[in-house]
């Protein structure tokens, strides 16, 4: 009895293996999809993105502007599609997130979720080179309200400059 206990309970285990590595490519491939938006022209020419500045006109960052930030705008910068144009993505991504925005407390939510998205994309090995630099570069070029440079910035910078463990390249992108 005890020996069929043990077959099942392994059987258990690498179905729950193979289940938590299926959850994550699912997530992997959702990100580096963008949403359906292939490339960033298409999120520039989306009524999703012209909602999402009225949004930050009025002053509103909530929930849904999170996600479509999260889920459609962010994931741009890593798109085989535009690693071609990619400073130039990078730079309409930092104008895109915040534009038309004036309050300070939506600067900072704003600013804190792509700081938070671009480490995760700096330190991870998987990502291309010129991807993790770029995000390193974009989270230096965040800026807040008064369009002086943002200082929730310093601390992922100076934290992934120390890391030895990083690509020179990205350390010396976060210096």
């Avoid at 071609?84 to 939510?109: C, E, L, M, S, Y």
């Avoid at 998205?117 to 770029?134: C, H, I, K, S, Y």
Wanted: hydrophobic share 50%; proline share 4%; with cysteine.
């Amino acid at each position: 009895m005890r020996p069929a206990f043990l077959f099942e309970l392994r059987h258990v285990r690498q179905l729950g293996l193979a289940l938590l590595v299926c959850l994550a490519a699912a997530g992997q491939a959702s990100r580096a999809s963008a949403q359906g938006y292939e490339t960033w022209s298409k999120v520039e020419a989306a009524e999703e993105t012209r909602e999402y500045d009225r949004q930050m006109r009025e002053g509103t960052f909530e929930a849904v502007q999170k996600a479509f930030l999260e889920r459609v705008i962010l994931p741009q910068l890593a798109l085989p599609a535009n690693r071609p144009n990619i400073v130039q993505v990078r730079q309409r991504i930092r104008v895109i997130i915040t534009r038309g925005a004036t309050a300070p407390r939506v600067f900072d939510a704003v600013n804190t979720v792509t700081r938070d998205f671009m480490v995760q994309l700096a330190t991870d090995a998987a990502e291309d080179l010129t991807v993790r630099v770029n995000a390193m570069i974009l989270i230096g070029e965040l800026s807040a309200a008064d369009s002086k440079p943002w200082n929730g910035s310093v601390e992922a910078l100076a934290k992934t400059a120390s890391d030895a463990n990083l690509p020179l390249a990205v350390r010396i992108a976060a210096m």
